[in-house]
């Protein structure tokens, strides 16, 4: 059987992600107990279900404690389980909370937005070490349905290796392990012929073969990555993210990111931009 897990932060995605895997043939239960998985499981097994996914968030109480020694159970049962964990920047989780004017799980008299979410952090601080964290602050609907498929779809058993570009002036991406800043590199932004592009069209790509430090910058990434990888693959780690940023998140970013990707094409590598799934 598999299990995917779906947790985090109220307001950074669940539905969206549970509803993208219920249209991949999941049967999807929301807000399930913690304590009630290994159980839930063994009843699925009965009636013939092969894929699950559930939602397991602070709805559930103090059930959600039980969630790492519940996941343990579920493995050695030779379940393949899986967590995907859902998060997003503070400021971006309350404009979403005005924007629906839905009413936080954890708000009560007294309490605003802002300190359910903090309150919300404490409880499942716990939590991402336990699977994939995925930073929804920059993303629309239609990207992290992407990002959730991508990441069922691939083989649990090897370490991924998630490279992931960004424009520093949307914020530093949550769920990075590595953070390389591409800034000081030349920006062929400032050419209004070239602005347009990304870093993965053939303008942008002639234009940083020209700059030997770009080249430079891409080595030292790809050498440190390989030299700390076999460390992190001891810990038994489902993924590693590896985010590169520059301003915008358009070109130096896009560029070094693909690169690096080609780099380390003999291992499973999934490859992300954010800014270019931003919604116009």
Sequence with gaps: MRLILISGLSGSGKSVALRA??????????NLPATMLPEAMSLYADFGYEQIAISVDTRSG?????????????????????????????ETL???????RRRHPLSGAGITVEESIRLEQEMLAEVPELGTRIDTSELSANALRSWVRELVDADGSRLMLIFESFGFKHGLPQDADFVFDARCLPNPYYDPQLRPFTGRDQPIIDFFAKHGEVAEMIADIEAMVAKWL????????????????????????????????????DRQVLVRHRQLYREP
């Design 21 to 30: 895997l219920e249209d991949s043939g999941f049967y999807c239960v929301d």
């Design 94 to 100: 309350v404009k979403r909370f005005s924007e629906t």
């Design 230 to 265: 076999p460390c992190y693959g001891k810990e038994n780690r489902s993924y590693l993210t590896v985010a590169v940023g520059c301003t915008g998140g358009q070109h130096r970013s896009v560029y070094i990111i693909e690169n690096l990707a080609r780099a380390f094409a």
């Design 62 to 90: 103090p059930s959600l404690g039980a969630l790492p020694d519940a996941v343990a159970r579920m493995r050695a049962q030779n379940i393949d389980v899986r967590l995907l964990f859902l998060e997003a920047r503070t």
